[in-house]
Nanobody, 121 residues
């Protein structure tokens, strides 16, 4: 299973970005999907997850109400819509896939290469 994340960039505080993660090599609907991020000098942290059908989602407290995770099983793609971005949202964002619906990074078997998001103040 291969994951390809894209959509990162340099934006100003208050702006929006939409990240994409295209999945190939497996049956997409068999996987729950997650987004994680890693800021410079910090550990990777959970951002959001979505269940296999897309009916269930959950978020880290720091992004709840600003970020929305969604998926299109027909396109084998998961999205992360990020609104009202803050400088503390800066980091490399990774998508991940696993048969489990979880916020625990170590549970995910498959990872994308990451896409960088920089939010200036």
């Amino acid at each position: 299973v291969q994951l390809q994340a894209s959509g990162g960039g340099l934006v100003q505080a208050g702006d929006s970005l939409r990240l994409h993660c295209a999945v190939s090599g497996g049956t997409f609907s068999n996987y729950a999907m997650g987004w994680f991020r890693q800021a410079p000098g910090k550990q990777r942290e959970f951002v959001a997850a979505i269940s296999w059908s897309g009916n269930n989602t959950f978020y880290a407290g720091s992004v709840k109400g600003r970020f929305t995770i969604s998926r299109d099983n027909a396109k084998s793609t998961v999205y992360l819509q990020m609104n009202s971005l803050k400088p503390e949202d800066t980091g490399v964002y990774y998508c991940a896939a696993d048969s489990s619906y979880t916020s625990v990074a170590s549970m995910y078997d498959y990872w994308g290469q990451g896409t960088e998001v920089t939010v200036s103040s």
